[in-house]
C-alpha cells in the first residue's frame, strides 16, 4: 500500500511541507513532469528549492525500459543521488517515476527487473501526483514498461508510491478525449475485476464503487464539473486498489498486445479492444458504448488493417503470455477457450 | 496507512511467514490476544518460535494508559526489546497492541502521548488481526486509552499497523449480541461521517460503501453466514477508511462520557446513545432501531439512572472536550447548539 494519501482540492499546495522531511542534504529533488505541462501554470507552482530539478517526460509513448535507464543514468552522473522522484502527469509519468525512483538504488537495467518480486532494493523516496483519472498508477505495485522482450512491470513490494498527493483540480484542463480514454481503463479495470474468477470482498467493494463513480460521471452527469474530477479521481484510486487485489482480464490481455505492437496508448488501447468483447462482457460493453456516445467520443476503427501474419503472432505471443490476466477471465482452462485462431479473429476486428 | 493488508478467508494460516523477515535476533514475537481466546482453537493456532510469548489481555474495560505502560514494562523487563507485538482480537485488543509496539521505544508513559503527533519514535513492528468486526481500529492512525484525565488517543503517523491480516473466518464465532454492538460502531461511523460538515469525496466513497455493506448484513439477510462475515470485515475496513478522512460525530463524543465515567465499552455506548439521537440523525436512528429489532439486540436502557450531579458534569466535560466531533456534526457554532443543559438532558435519556 502507498504509506501517505492526501485527498483534496487544493492539495497541490501542500507539496512543499510533505517533501521538506524527506530532503537530504545536497541531493535534490526531481520532479518528472508529463510534457503536456512545459510552458503551463502548473509546471510553476513546482515548489523547487536548492538543485531542485524539474524535467519534462516525453510521454508520446507509454515507457520504455531504456528510457529509465536513460534517466537514472543522468540523474546518477548530474547528482550521485537524489532524494527522491516525485511523477506529475498520467499514468505514464507516475509509471516513470517509479520505475526511475527504483532504479537510483538498484543495479543494471530495469529490463531485469520485469516481472514479479525481483526488485530487491527500495528505491529512493517516490511520490505521485495524478493529473489525469483512471489507470490506478497511483495505487499499483507495478510500473507498466516495455523492455527489449516484453511489456511488463517491475511488480515489487517496492514499487508503490510512498506517497501520492490526490488533487481533483490538476484533472480539470485535461483534452476531453484523452480524459475518457484514461477514465475507461478505471471502468474496465472495474468489469474486468468484478467478473472474474479472482474476485474475493476486497476487491469487490472497491470494483463496486469505482464502478459506481464511473457511471455518475460517465452515465448520469450531462457535463463536466468540478464534481466529476472528484470522483473519478477517487474512482481511479478505488479501482486500482481494486485489481490490486484480483486482476484485470480480457481487455487488457489484448490490448498489450497492440501497445506491444503499435505503441497504442494503454487508455486508448483498452478502449479499442474493449468495443469489441461483447462475447466476454456483455453488459459492460453496452454501457461502455452508450458512454461512449453519451460523451461524443471517437473510438478509432480498422488500426489492424494490413497488418503482416507475423506482426498478429507478435501480438498474439504477447497477449498470451499475460496468463493470470486470462485465468482471471476465463479460469483455470482458459488455453482450452482462448485458442490463437480466436485470438488473431479478434485483433482483425481491431 | 497500513503498509501492509491481506484480506482473505484463511489468511491466518500465512501469518508464520509474514512475520518471518521481520523477526529480529534472540528478540520475540510478542502475541496480545483477547482473553476470550484462553483455550480457545485460534490460540493454539499462533504461530510461536523461539521465545514468542502469548499475553491474554484481559480487556474486560477498554484500555488504560495504565495497562499499556505496565505492558511494555513487563516486556522490557523480560526481553529487553521484542521483534514485535501482534494483537489478535477486537478493538480493544488492536489498540492495546499498537499503544504497547509504541511505548517499546518511547520513553515515559502513554498517558503523555494522548493527543495528537506528540510521538516522536517509530515503534516495535506492530500487527493486527481483528476477530470483531466494526471499530475500524485496523486501519486506524490512533489507539483509544483512557488516562488519568482523559479518553484519547495516541494519534500519530507512527500509530498504524504495519500489516493487518483480515481473515473473516475469525470473526464467525463471536457472540452475536456483542457482534452486533461492533457492527454498529461501524454503520454509525458512516452516518456520523457521511453527515459531517468535513466530509470529501474521498471518505465519502469509503463511507457509502461502508454502510451499504453494513446494510447487506444487517437489513437484507435473514441470518448470518460466512458472507456476513465477508462483508462486515469490508465494511470495518472501509469505515475505518472514512473517518481518518473525515470525523464522527454527535454518538461517539457522547458515547466517550459515558466510558470514561461507567467503563461502558465502545460499541455498547455508541448503541445506548445513538438509539436517543433522532433529532441529530433522523433516518439513521429509524433505521438503526429496525437493525435492533431485525437482529433480535437488546440495547441497555436507562443506565444513567441515579448518577450525580457531579457524574454528569464528568460526562459532559468529557464529551464538551471532544471539539473537532461535535464540530464536525454541527459545524464551526457547535458551541451555541449543544449547551450544557441539553447534554444533560441527553445523558439522563440514556
Not at 506529475?88 to 516513470?96: E, F, K, P, Y
Not at 470522483?231 to 486482476?247: D, F, T
Not at 505492437?261 to 487508455?267: C, I
Amino acid at each position: 500500500m502507498v504509506g501517505y494519501v492526501i485527498y483534496g482540492r487544493g492539495s497541490f499546495n501542500q507539496l512543499d511541507e510533505i517533501l521538506a522531511p524527506h530532503r537530504k542534504p545536497n541531493l535534490p529533488m526531481v520532479f518528472l513532469v508529463d510534457h503536456f505541462f512545459d510552458g503551463k501554470a502548473l509546471a510553476g507552482r513546482v515548489p523547487l528549492r536548492g538543485n531542485d530539478k524539474i524535467i519534462f517526460a516525453d510521454v508520446s509513448y507509454e515507457p520504455k525500459t531504456t528510457q529509465v535507464d536513460q534517466l537514472a543514468q543522468q540523474l546518477k552522473d548530474e547528482f550521485g543521488s537524489v532524494s527522491g522522484v516525485i511523477g506529475i502527469g498520467g499514468g505514464s509519468t507516475m509509471d516513470l517515476a517509479k520505475a526511475v525512483g527504483l532504479m537510483m538504488t538498484n543495479p543494471g537495467s530495469s529490463a531485469d527487473y520485469q516481472g514479479w518480486d525481483l526488485v530487491k532494493q527500495a528505491g529512493v523516496y517516490k511520490a505521485g501526483i495524478p493529473t489525469l483519472s483512471g489507470t490506478g498508477a497511483e495505487v499499483s505495485r507495478t510500473t507498466v514498461l516495455t523492455g527489449p522482450t516484453k511489456k511488463l512491470g517491475m511488480n515489487s513490494d517496492f514499487t508503490p508510491f510512498d506517497q501520492i498527493v490526490l488533487d481533483p483540480e490538476l484533472t480539470a484542463d485535461a483534452p476531453a478525449n484523452q480524459r475518457f480514454y484514461t477514465g475507461m481503463d478505471c471502468y474496465i479495470h472495474c468489469i474486468e475485476s468484478l467478473t472474474g474468477t479472482y474476485l474475493n470482498e476486497f476487491s469487490k467493494s472497491y470494483g463496486e464503487k469505482a464502478l459506481q463513480l464511473c457511471r455518475e460521471v460517465y452515465v448520469n452527469k450531462t457535463g463536466w464539473d468540478a464534481d466529476s474530477d472528484d470522483k473519478l479521481m477517487m474512482a481511479s484510486y478505488a479501482g486500482g486498489m481494486s485489481i490490486a487485489y484480483s486482476q484485470v482480464g480480457v481487455a487488457h490481455a489484448v490490448s498489450y498486445g497492440l501497445s506491444y505492437l503499435l505503441g497504442t496508448k494503454h487508455g486508448l488501447g483498452n478502449c479499442i479492444v474493449f468495443d469489441k468483447l461483447q462475447d466476454y462482457y456483455p453488459e459492460g460493453v453496452k454501457e461502455f458504448k452508450l458512454m461512449v456516445e453519451k460523451n461524443n467520443i471517437n473510438i478509432p476503427q480498422h488500426i489492424c488493417a494490413g497488418l503482416s501474419d507475423e506482426d498478429f503472432d507478435k501480438m498474439i505471443n504477447v497477449s498470451l503470455g499475460m496468463k493470470p490476466l486470462w485465468e482471471n477471465a476465463l479460469g483455470k482452462d482458459w488455453e482450452k477457450i482462448i485458442t490463437r485462431e480466436k485470438l488473431r479473429a479478434l485483433y482483425e476486428q481491431l
